[in-house]
């Protein structure tokens, strides 16, 4: 039942920054606008997600996500400093201690990586990552309780980001360039790994999210056979279909149970949220 709680915070993670745009080997980047007017965030952003876990009688929130957005200078460069928290809820820390938090700097210029780091505990595991990236790598500095501290050197691409830093671009994605039932590739960084999926654009659908009927784009995510996925499965997820582009709600079948994540408040938005109808 441990492994359940800790696989149920862990997809909620991942979700909220799992989409990532990939070049080389023949593939280009989504299609991003990226110019300083178009940008869909600004400083001050705060969303805070409700993780839901189902497997017979158990039927209950079990966990929160935060991820919000500030201003901050890096090297005298102004940057967005992004941080997303992932946390279990006192009562389940009875059976299972959770920690998940990465954060993300990124230039105000152009969005380009500038850092990230990840501390996360799940029991008696526990890792911490440092990446700083230059032009054609990222440098990661890792320690674990498996084994201990260690330097990596990733590739990277001009469509490599971190997990959290994903958030942010695909807010800035033009859903008009994509095809509806397209599948396209992912990339993101994190731990000493590149990890690479695909995901498919389904296209526009209302969906009821903390009991308000809003209009979203929805996505599912090919996932490989692991640890908490049973293979040739797709994780669904749902973002707001207005100009802000938030992740308001996802689906993900595990191989034991199922785990629900659905925006629970929001401030700070850029843009009026218009999705929302009645």
């Not at 940057?79 to 009562?91: N, V």
């Not at 330097?151 to 360039?177: E, G, H, R, W």
């Not at 659908?205 to 979203?216: A, P």
């Not at 640890?227 to 595990?254: C, H, M, Q, T």
Request: charged letters at 25%; proline letters at 4%; a positive charge.
């Amino acid at each position: 039942m441990k492994r359940l709680y800790r696989l149920s915070i862990a997809v909620a993670v991942l979700l909220l920054a799992g989409i990532s745009m990939r070049a080389g080997d023949g593939k280009t980047c989504l299609p991003l606008n990226l110019s300083k007017d178009k940008i869909a965030f600004k400083a001050g952003e705060n969303l805070v997600y409700t993780v839901h876990y189902k497997l017979g009688p158990i039927n209950a929130d079990v966990a929160q996500a935060t991820l919000k957005l500030d201003s901050t200078v890096v090297n005298g460069q102004k940057c967005y400093h992004g941080s997303l928290r992932g946390k279990i809820q006192k009562f389940y820390e009875q059976v299972f201690k959770l920690k998940e938090d990465f954060d993300c700097w990124f230039t105000y210029d152009g969005l380009k990586p500038v850092k990230f780091t990840r501390d996360c505990v799940e029991g008696n595991y526990w890792c911490t990552n440092l990446y700083t990236y230059s032009p054609n790598q990222i440098n990661a500095q890792i320690n674990n309780s498996k084994k201990g501290e260690f330097s990596v050197t990733l590739p990277k691409d001009d469509c490599t980001y971190d997990v959290a830093m994903l958030f942010f671009m695909l807010q800035n994605m033009d859903i008009s360039k994509l095809k509806e039932g397209g599948r396209y590739p992912m990339t993101y960084a994190c731990d000493h790994k590149v990890h690479s999926i695909h995901f498919v654009y389904y296209g526009k659908e209302k969906r009821k999210v903390s009991g308000k009927n809003m209009r979203c784009l929805k996505f599912g995510f090919e996932v490989p056979k692991g640890e908490s996925f049973e293979g040739d499965s797709s994780l669904f997820a749902w973002f707001s279909d207005d100009e802000n582009k938030i992740p308001v709600y996802f689906v993900a079948p595990l191989k034991i149970g199922q785990v629900r994540g659905r925006l629970n408040s929001y401030s700070g938005l850029k843009h009026p949220v218009s999705c929302i109808v009645d």
